[in-house]
């Protein structure tokens, strides 16, 4: 049976993608202890890195996948990379169920996004002009 989304769960992922944008875009402090991704669950450090990866359950979605990825900071060109601040780099999250009302354009508009194309699961780009491409 197929599950469906409420709009106060379209809500929430939209908060998470906003703010995922604001700390990886717009340098917002990332506190892993207080964020709309969730409760986290997880924080291990990345092999052979300094970074860390932090994953997050939130309740209102509680089987989508969040994570951000946390590295030293490339624009710091210090010669000790130890004191070097530690800066959100990466963000995934895979919405379970798919979120159903959410449209690629509405996310382009909502992100300030002016690619051109989409990338769907696979890893296969496609042009903007699939309006009824699936979130995942």
């Not at 354009?105 to 996004?113: G, T």
Request: charge should be negative; hydrophobic fraction near 40%; include cysteine.
């Amino acid at each position: 049976m197929r599950q469906t989304v409420t709009d106060a769960q379209r809500s929430v992922a939209r908060s998470i993608l906003t703010t995922a944008m604001a700390v990886l875009r717009d340098d917002q402090p990332f506190n892993p202890a207080n964020t709309v991704f969730g409760h986290n669950f997880a924080a291990e450090p990345l092999p052979g890195t300094p970074g860390m990866e932090y994953r997050f359950e939130n309740p209102v979605l509680p089987r989508t996948r969040v994570t951000l990825y946390t590295h030293e900071d490339p624009a710091d060109h210090s010669f000790d990379r130890a004191s070097v601040k530690r800066v959100p780099t990466a963000f995934t999250v895979s919405f379970s169920p798919l979120m159903e009302g959410i449209t690629r354009s509405d996310l382009e508009n909502l992100l300030s996004l002016d690619i051109g194309y989409w990338i769907d699961g696979h890893g296969d780009r496609w042009p903007s002009l699939c309006e009824n491409a699936v979130i995942a």
